[in-house]
């Protein structure tokens, strides 16, 4: 398990950011259907009020989407954990783990942090260079060292790094942009909303080996759109 380097009493956090907010918010992703221990831990560790603002750390360990400025959200953390999850079965069907993946859209940084504890090595993409800078700090603030970013538009992917054995998209598209599925191992997974602002559903793809995908749908979300460009 990934060990933290905040200080301790920032890492600890107290009241509505303590560790007993944490655990109950643990309780409730196994009530609501989370089953992998690994990205319970994660996330029950993971000081998730150290990626909002100060003003909303009261609501930190709520199981619901926050502002982070700029039109974009932190997602709630059932949803992080859903996507990881569903990230992961696809390697423990195979007795193994993604040693490379691909995050497309950084926003506050936390989706991506709960990856990097779980994968070797994390790469991440985001469009706003404001919201990159301050997911970048908090990333050297807790220790994170197996993680790469970069402030680009995350609909070209990141085609010098590739392939990837994962790929995860964390705003939602009509279509999943053919240039990131050609970043995507054989067979590899991706994960992602798709759908309009008003119907959404996450979806898994799966390579097989041979240049197709087979396609789960796995319930309704609701992501801030897939933009393109950079601001």
Known sequence: MTVYRLP???LKGEGMTSQRARDRLAVSLKESGIRDPRVIEVIR???????IDQAL??????????????????SQPWVVARMTEVLLEHFDAKQGMPKKVLEIGTGSGYQAAVLA???????????????LRQARRRFRQ???????????????????EAPFDAIILTAAGDTIPTRILDQLTPTGVLVAPVGSASSQTLIRMRGDGEGDFIQEELGPVSFVPLLGGIG
């Open 142 to 160: 807790l220790g994170i060292t197996n993680l790469r970013s970069k402030h680009d538009d995350g609909k070209l992917g990141w085609p010098d």
């Open 117 to 131: 504890a779980l994968v070797p090595e994390l790469f991440t993409v985001e469009r706003i260079e404001e919201l």
């Open 57 to 74: 750390h009261s609501r930190a360990y709520e199981n619901t989407a926050l502002p982070i400025g700029h039109g974009q959200t932190i």
């Open 45 to 51: 560790d993971l000081p998730r009020h150290h990626f």
């Open 8 to 10: 301790a009493a920032e």
